[in-house]
Each structure stands twice: as C-alpha cells, then as structure tokens.
C-alpha cells in the first residue's frame, strides 16, 4: 500500500512516514498541498494521504479541494491529521471531501487504529 | 448619512477577556503533558517545578486569533531544544541535527501545545504557522498564564500571552 505525507513540519513528516513504513506501507512526502499535487500528478497515487491543515503555499483543506474536483483521484483515502481540533474544523475539513480526521498530539497506537477504522491497514498487520 | 458614537464599540472591547479568565496554569500543564507524552516519549515527564533558564534560550511559538488574540510561546535552552528535537525525531534522527531540523522540530511542538490550548479557548480561533526565535515581548503582564517545568532536569516555560496592551481605565 502507498500513502502520502503532507506536512510543512519536517519532524513530523518524519514521524508519520516512520509509523507508516513500519505498516509496511510504501511512502512519499510533500511539504505543502502544491508540492503534493505534483506527486499525483506523477501518476503516482496513494491509498492514503495524511494531510496537516495548516500549511504555507497550499493548505490542507485547499488541498482536499483540488484532490475532490479530480475524479481520477477519487479512490484515495484522505486524512487530516492536524493540531486544529475545533468541531467546525472538524466539520469543514469532512465537507470538503477529507473521510477521517486525527487531531496531534496522537500516539502511534492511536495512528494504527485510525487506519484500521478506515480499512487501510496491510493485511498482513491486520491479521 | 452621519452615524454617533454610543460607546457600544468601547463597551465591548471594555469586556475582551484576559488569558487568565479563560484557563488556569493546570490546563495548561495537562495540554503540555499531553502533548509531551505523544511526541517527546511516552516516559517522557513534564516537572512543573521552575528552574533558571540559561543565558542561551530559544523560543517557539503560534499566534492564536479569536475572541483571545495571543501566542503560545515555549522556551527554553539551546540545547535542550536540540534535546527535545531529538527526542522528537527518535530514529528518525539525522546523527548531525541542523538548526533547521531544531526548529522545525521545536516549532512544531509549540505548535501541538498551541492547537490544543486554542481547543480550550472560546469561540472559533484561527492558529498561524509555528515560529521560532526571540519570544514575542509581553505586551500586557495581566493577560499571560505561565507554566515553569523542568524536562529530563531542564527549565523549560510555557507562556500563553495575549498580543494586545492592556486597555485603558477609564475613570
């Protein structure tokens, strides 16, 4: 399985794509919403992408937008995963299209059964 | 068309709350600790017992804009900064941290710390990007709520501080 991290923070980039890879999950990173539109349109499209909201150049909710209006993406699961915890955040980001939402600080075991929720867990790690 | 000033406008702000009305310094350090265990460590303990913070300090924080219009500032020393970066990172880890790994890494723990007290202000808010250097001045002493801790023995502050000065008395 592949996803996409989309996060300005490094550090968090980092940490994400570490509780990934240990799923097994096949990985690329984007700093901004911009940057991660450029990846699919590589071609290269994710089972999952996690995505922060607040981001310089194109946030997370534009980039829930964009990713909406393309029906060829439209099999990608999008999760926000963010600080923004306010219920109209929360509410704004499943409107535009996100399917899950994980507010940080999280724990990996938390990140696992999000996935897990969704369905997006590698079978082998499911079992 | 002519409009008068009936002092509404000055009767409302009269009443624009202080950070000290809306939470206490336990919230605080809960929203520290929080955010400390998810992504310092897990063994990782926050001491709220103040410490003298060394002449080398470096500042992270994010602005929060709303009914309470301030910033969420974490300080502490250089190096316990990279510290905590470290920490952050785990294996992750490059084996030289760089200045900017220790910002992007300290920077986004204040900026976990700020989504969470921003949870616990009224009303909707808006939360900027996380920044990193000399900490915003204290604009209105009356409106900061200040947590002193120490980490694995180091003095770090965590100082929710509103941006505005404080309003005039009126007489």
């Known amino acids: 399985?592949?996803?996409?991290?989309i996060d300005?923070?490094?550090?968090m980039r980092r940490i994400v794509t570490s509780i990934l890879t240990d799923l097994g999950y096949e990985v690329r990173d984007a700093g901004h919403g911009g940057e991660a539109l450029e990846v699919l349109n590589e071609g290269w499209l994710p089972d999952l992408a996690t995505i922060d909201w607040n981001m310089p150049v194109m946030d997370g909710l534009q980039f829930v937008s964009a990713v909406r209006s393309n029906p060829a993406w439209r099999r990608m699961t999008m999760m926000m995963v963010t600080s923004e915890s306010e219920h109209t955040q929360i509410v704004r980001a499943l409107a535009a299209g996100a399917h899950e939402y994980m507010i940080k600080p999280f724990t990996a075991d938390a990140f696992r059964d999000k996935l897990a929720l969704l369905g997006l867990l590698p079978q082998e790690v499911a079992l | 068309m002519t409009s008068t000033d009936t002092g509404q406008r000055r009767r409302l702000s009269d009443s624009r709350?202080?950070?000290?009305d809306l939470m206490d310094e336990a919230t605080i350090l809960s929203v520290a600790e929080e955010a400390w265990i998810s992504l310092v460590g897990e063994e990782e303990v926050l001491v709220p017992l103040p410490g003298d913070l060394p002449g080398d300090v470096l500042s992270s924080w994010v602005d929060v804009v709303g009914p309470w219009t301030g910033s969420v500032v974490l300080t502490t020393g250089r190096a316990t900064a990279e510290a905590l970066s470290r920490a952050l990172l785990r294996e992750a880890a490059p084996e030289v941290l760089e200045l900017e790994d220790i910002e992007d890494a300290f920077g986004e723990i204040a900026n976990v710390v700020g989504g969470s007290v921003k949870a616990a202000l009224p009303g909707p808010s808006a939360l900027s990007l996380p920044q990193v250097g000399h900490a915003p001045l204290v604009r209105n002493p009356g409106d900061v709520c200040r947590v002193d801790v120490l980490w694995r023995g180091e003095p770090l502050t965590i100082s929710v501080q509103g941006a505005l000065p404080p309003l005039p008395v009126s007489h």
């Open chain 1, 1 to 5: 399985m592949r996803a996409l991290v």
């Open chain 1, 8 to 11: 300005d923070s490094r550090a």
């Open chain 2, 17 to 20: 709350p202080v950070i000290t």
